[in-house]
Every structure is written in C-alpha cells, then in structure tokens.
C-alpha cells in the first residue's frame, strides 16, 4: 500500500433511496451505487445492510478510513438513524447523520467550482438548491419517494400526474438560470442516448428523453437502468423534477 492510499478516504452517502461510496483523495471519485430504499420501509432489512457491505468491502484496504453520512430518511426517523449507527459500528465506519443545512453547504463546497450555474439536488427524501451570485440556499422537505407516492409517477403511465407535479414543483421552486443537476445523472443521460458536451445536457434533448420516458411502463424502463433496476424507479420524479427546474 503507497502514502497516498493511506491518505485516501473512503466516504459513503447514505441517501434515503441509495447509497454510494466515493473515494476523496486529491478529488472526489465515485466507485458505485446500490439502491436500498430504506426510506420506504421500516427497519433496516438484511437486505440493506448486505447492500451497504457490497458497497464498502470491494474498496477497503489497510488504513483506509471509512465515513458515513446520512439524510433525509435518518432525519425523519431517528430509529433508523440508531440502526444504520449500529450496522455502521459493526463494519468499522464512522456514521454522522447531517442537517438539512449541513447537506446542502456540502453540496454547495463539492460544486464550488461552478460557481456560475445554480446546483439543484434531489434525493429521496428531500431537495436543496443553491441559487443566484449570493449562493441563496432553499431547501425543500421532499424528494423523489414522496413524489412517487402523491403523484403516481413509479405506476402505470396513464395514471402519472405529470403535468400536475411539474406545476406544483415550479411554484416551490426560486428563480433558475442554468444548472448543474447532481447524483448519476450524467450516466444516465449519456447511457440513453443524449448528447452532452462537458458533461451539460440541452434543455430540448432533455425535454425529448423525458417526455419519451413518461410513455414507458416501469418493467420496461427497469431495464433501461445505468444501475440496478430499481435506480430508475425514480426517473420520472426526477425527470419532472428538472422539467420543473427549466
């Protein structure tokens, strides 16, 4: 093992509806994603904690430390939080669940060197967008899980309420320029087909995926996942999500 590997980090972003594991030495590089949903059921299953134990031991070597942070599903559910702590201990990993605050100022730093473009987040259990010269913060108290629930959008596409939740969106939403959109987006985007160029998608090709998307059953668009299959459980919420945004 090098100096460098010793140095290096390996941080774990316990989302509500996915968990992923990144490497922070001189940058940041993911390493892998795995969906566990843990802000749709109760207890932490065996099922979520052999997914966070897939996640963690491929990239643990010597000396490499291990954090963990959680969000909204551990906010909400201080049990959970107790759960995941635990499962954490026993893999010797450091657990922290963060604010609603404290999530959005660590987005704020990872994209600092976008400092022109507004960052908009969404997870499965909350939101976050940093706008305008003065970086204004708005934070939003739900996420792809609950837009699934209230709008129908991970069922058939005859009973999504698309167009319903695109305008409840724009009404909770600041004032927008252009905008980086976090999580694999990027991956998705460029493994359906759309162009991007550094990374950045044109609003009019991102209209047409989306719009496409909304008339796919959800059988057929698991299987159109960069990722597991239920990765793209969310992709109609977060799709009207940046609909809304634009």
Request: aromatic share 6%; glycine share 8%; charged share 30%.
């Amino acid at each position: 093992m090098t100096m460098d590997e010793a140095d290096e980090i390996l941080v774990l972003d316990l989302g509500s509806h996915s968990a992923k594991a990144y490497l922070k030495g001189d940058g940041l590089l993911e390493l892998g994603t795995v969906t566990w949903a843990i802000i749709e059921g109760g207890k932490l299953n065996p099922a979520a904690e052999r997914a966070l134990r897939e996640l963690v031991e491929p990239h643990r070597i010597l000396n490499r430390r291990v954090y963990a942070i959680g969000t909204e599903a551990m906010r909400r559910r201080p049990e959970l939080a107790r759960e995941v702590q635990e499962v954490c201990r026993k893999l010797n990993i450091f657990y922290r669940t963060l604010s609603h605050e404290e999530e959005a100022l660590l987005i704020l730093r990872a994209f600092s060197k976008f400092g022109d473009k507004d960052i908009i987040n969404i997870g499965g259990g909350s939101a976050q967008i940093i706008s305008g010269a003065a970086r204004a913060i708005t934070l939003l108290g739900f996420g792809i899980v609950d837009l699934n629930r209230d709008f129908l959008l991970d069922k058939a596409p005859e009973e999504r309420r698309i167009e319903e939740c695109e305008s409840g969106l724009q009404a909770q939403l600041p004032p927008l320029g252009d905008f980086i959109y976090t999580g694999g987006e990027a991956k998705y985007l460029r493994h359906l087909g759309v162009p991007l160029q550094n990374e950045l998608c044109r609003a009019e090709d991102f209209a047409r995926l989306a719009e496409r998307l909304s008339m796919i059953s959800m059988p057929e668009l698991e299987k159109l996942s960069p990722y597991d299959p239920r990765w793209l459980r969310g992709a109609i919420a977060s799709n009207c999500f940046v609909n809304a945004c634009l």
